[in-house]
């Protein structure tokens, strides 16, 4: 066990989704001054929004403080250039491989030489986007999971070229958020993602060859294998669309057994992609 190290003072967030906005509030809430970077106006104003009604959630809860004076420390941009003060970036844009690397190359060349930039990725090469970078060794993943309040669990992934000394700066920044690093060296869909993915794809082979419901299914792993939710109810908290680029890029790199079934591929094409779009393997209406 290693001691708890102090979280950099200023965390910059690339993408202020679901995801970003998570990683936004975990270091927000633990004293850190957080600036969260989008595309454009609307989409900066939507970020605030998210990471304050998860502020005000956790004071709800018995967080200390207010939620004016937590919120205080957060402020939202459009400008890469802002993230130039900041010690740490974590990077929380879609699975796509030219998104991610262009968005780390134009985060990466604001930052000070020593700064880190982290990848929130859930299955692309860490050593592969490293490779992009002008300074891979203070390049890291830090796979945090959805939703970032709830889980304890964040993975620690190490490129090729990631700095040994950084991995335990990255467990100790994770410690001081009060959750649980696991660290992984990097392979397709680390440790979280090729499990999740494998029990999730045949959970869905399983509605499409008639075995069970998804609700026997999913209570059968919640029952019987104390899973938190089941794979399909995770499934569709995650966002279908997300699991099929994974199971996808999965299949490319480990082979056939990660193929997406057509189930899958049929839900995302007529757009019930989970929680987000109210119906998935449930309906969330």
């Not at 454009?40 to 939507?46: K, L, S």
């Not at 985060?107 to 930039?117: G, I, T, Y």
């Not at 995650?238 to 299949?251: F, S």
Request: aromatic fraction near 6%; charge should be negative; proline fraction near 4%.
């Amino acid at each position: 066990m290693i001691s708890a190290t102090a979280l950099p003072t200023r965390v910059g967030v690339l993408g202020g989704g679901r995801m970003g906005a998570g990683i936004a509030h975990a270091f927000l809430v633990n004293g850190c001054e957080v600036l969260v970077v989008e595309r454009d106006d609307d989409a900066a104003t939507a970020a605030r929004n998210r990471v304050e009604t998860a502020v005000a959630k956790s004071v709800e809860r018995g967080l200390a403080g207010t939620v004016e004076g937590i919120a205080s420390r957060l402020s939202v941009s459009t400008d890469y250039a802002d993230f130039a003060p900041c010690e740490l970036v974590v990077e929380a844009v879609p699975e796509m491989w030219d998104l991610k690397v262009s968005s780390l190359q134009a985060v990466e060349k604001h930052l000070a030489d020593d700064a880190v930039l982290a990848s929130n990725t859930s299955s692309l090469s860490m050593t592969g986007l490293a490779i992009e970078l002008s300074r891979p060794q203070n390049f890291i993943g830090l796979h945090f999971f959805n939703p970032v309040p709830a889980s304890t669990l964040i993975e620690v992934v190490i490129a090729q070229q990631t700095r040994p000394e950084l991995v335990n700066t990255a467990r100790g920044w994770v410690e001081a958020l009060g959750k649980t690093a696991v660290v992984v060296n990097d392979a397709p869909g680390f440790a979280s993602s090729r499990l999740g993915v494998a029990i999730a794809l045949e959970a869905m082979r399983m509605v499409e060859e008639g075995v069970a419901s998804a609700e026997d299914i999913d209570n059968a792993m919640v029952l019987g294998y104390k899973h938190p939710t089941g794979p399909l109810r995770t499934t569709d908290i995650v966002g279908l669309d997300v699991r099929l680029g994974i199971a996808e890029y999965l299949e490319s790199t480990l082979g056939e057994r990660f193929a997406p079934p057509q189930i899958l591929r049929d839900k995302v094409a007529r757009g019930e992609l989970g929680r987000k779009s109210g119906k998935g393997f449930f309906d969330w209406a």
